[in-house]
């Protein structure tokens, strides 16, 4: 059986990880890009993020971190907030993945920075540690409502306070050991990914 490829969409987060994993192809949007921004390029005549993906590949994306760092505070509340980018994030993902199979489309998870995160003068983190936390929570429980399969790796990736382990990091915003992703793909009896 010939095993679909895995193409991501997305920022730095749809490429860091998924580099290392056998199989995988990036398509990245550009960065940084913000799920808010995505959820935006619905009202563009020309969405090319899917070009050159075949329509039988699985297409995985990988939005969301930006916003609950930097931007969902400033707009509270807060849970409306999310709603509606989880809400335009459907929209745009239906846009422009017309004609391909529901199966075939996954949303990955978000996880907060690791604790001790070097903040970007560019990006500022915005509320507290326990408040952005907060908010990858709940989007990740609003991208698991959505009619895609979920990556769901936040427990294995997270240690007891929400944020991102230090031990499977770059030390700032991005997974970088693939293990945890690599055992969720091959639990598909499609795959088998070498390590």
Known sequence: ???????????????????????????YVGGPITMHSFGEMIDKPNHEHLEGIPLDAIVCFCLGEIDCRCYVHTFQPWQATIDRLVAKFHRAITWCTQGRNPKLIWTYFVVPPVRNAIESSSYPFRGSLEERVMYARYMNKKLKELPYTFVDLYDKYSDEDGCM?????????????PNFLIDWISNDALYTIPR
């Open 1 to 27: 059986m010939n095993r679909p490829i895995i193409y991501t969409v997305g920022d730095s987060h749809g490429w860091h990880t998924w580099l290392q994993i056998h199989g995988v192809k990036t398509n």
């Open 165 to 177: 382990k230090e031990s499977v990091s770059d030390a700032h915003v991005h997974i970088e050991n």
